[in-house]
């Protein structure tokens, strides 16, 4: 009898053996891997381990480098994009300032060589007192021919905003010629005022010392050259590279440089409102003829006129003709009089005239103050940032 027999149990596929340098070198924690994976079926229970890649050499960090730079490396921020409207800022303090660098060089440049100039012209003349025409070609000349010529070409990177040119009407023309009397008596006073407070009545004004020197050399360098150099520099190549950054950040800065440009407190007040008017009817017109045209009358009124009527009358006699008329003297009084006649007369409707100008100067600057244009430029600075932009940099 047999006994049936059991059902064979399947049997367990045994492991390959393996041979002694494959036990070696196999890491014991990592089970072996099938010697062709692509036929081998995923285990769902245990997903494949996947080995790690080895690090290849060329990638290794040094011995010598320490991890804690690379983690700092890792945790800097990057670099952000620069901010448009700074860059915009900055780009426009940077042209005022090559602007005020290039009028600090002419400064410069003119006192050095006017320095020179009168010292070799006094070695030249044998004499302890200049005449009027050495004193202006020792400081004209400098200036028109070199000085000035220098600035411009340090502006000329700055780019110049092109514009329609327009004719002035000869009423406009005459209402702000007028306007200009009021401005330059008031900023003459409060300079004068200044000059002599701080200097305990020391100061003087050379430049009006000058101009009472009646000579012909006045017309032609206050009247003819000065004004055309002034307006070609001051108004034609500051204003045409500032008015981009607004019309009236451009008529004021050059106003101020105007006025600075006079070196002393007697004609800053005065020089400064000048170039506002002028400024403006550059602006508005964009032809340098009507503020030349502005400034040779101003000069020749301060320049030539005016010096001219005072010396017609000497104001010490008729100081002690007045002492004489209120003594009782009134015959002395009299002759002297008849015979200043004829100067008293022409100075007597002088300073009329002055005055009725002086009070239409006042009445217009009331009347007119809102009828002034001004229109948005290219690249106008902000209300707040206008003077700080402008004139709160180097130069």
């Not at 300032?97 to 003349?125: D, E, F, K, N, P």
């Not at 307006?231 to 008529?251: L, P």
């Amino acid at each position: 009898m047999t006994l049936p027999q059991q059902p064979a149990q399947p049997q367990q596929p045994q492991p390959r053996p393996q041979s002694q340098s494959q036990l070696q070198f196999q890491p014991q924690s990592r089970p072996r891997q099938p010697e062709n994976p692509s036929f081998q079926q995923p285990q769902p229970e245990t997903p494949p381990v996947q080995q790690p890649r080895q690090p290849q050499p060329q990638q290794q960090p040094s011995p010598q480098q320490p991890r804690q730079q690379f983690a700092m490396q890792q945790l800097q921020p990057p670099s952000l994009p620069a901010d448009p409207y700074t860059e915009w800022l900055m780009r426009v303090r940077r042209a005022f300032s090559r602007i005020g660098g290039a009028l600090c060089v002419m400064i410069v440049i003119w006192y050095a060589l006017a320095t020179v100039l009168s010292g070799v012209l006094y070695t030249a003349l044998h004499t302890a007192n200049m005449p009027n025409w050495a004193s202006y070609v020792a400081s004209g000349a400098p200036l028109y021919l070199l000085a000035m010529p220098v600035a411009v070409l340090i502006m000329r990177k700055l780019p110049v905003v092109e514009t329609r040119a327009f004719d002035m009407k000869p009423s406009l023309f005459l209402k702000l010629l007028v306007m200009c009397f009021p401005l330059m008596y008031v900023g003459s006073i409060i300079g004068n005022f200044l000059a002599e407070a701080l200097s305990d009545g020391k100061a003087s004004d050379a430049v009006s010392d000058l101009a009472m020197q009646l000579d012909v050399w006045n017309v032609v360098f206050l009247v003819i050259i000065g004004p055309i150099f002034e307006e070609w520099i001051f108004r034609k190549e500051i204003i045409s590279r500032a008015r981009r950054y607004g019309e009236k950040t451009a008529i004021v800065f050059s106003a101020l440089a105007f006025g600075l440009f006079h070196m002393n407190l007697f004609q800053f007040f005065y020089a400064f409102a000048l170039g506002l008017v002028f400024g403006y009817v550059y602006v508005r017109t964009s032809k340098l003829r009507y503020s030349i045209a502005m400034h040779m009358i101003i000069n020749f009124n301060g320049g030539v006129l005016a010096p001219w009527v005072i010396t017609r009358v000497d104001t010490r006699q008729m100081e002690s003709m007045a002492e004489q008329l209120e003594g009782g003297n009134s015959a002395m009084a009299t002759a002297w009089l008849e015979q200043n006649l004829p100067s008293l007369a022409v100075a007597g409707v002088y300073f009329v005239v002055y005055l009725a100008v002086l009070i239409a100067g006042v009445v217009l600057l009331v009347r007119e103050r809102r009828r002034f244009e001004f229109y948005t430029a290219p690249e106008e600075l902000p209300r707040g940032l206008r003077a700080k932009t402008a004139c709160g940099n180097v130069g």
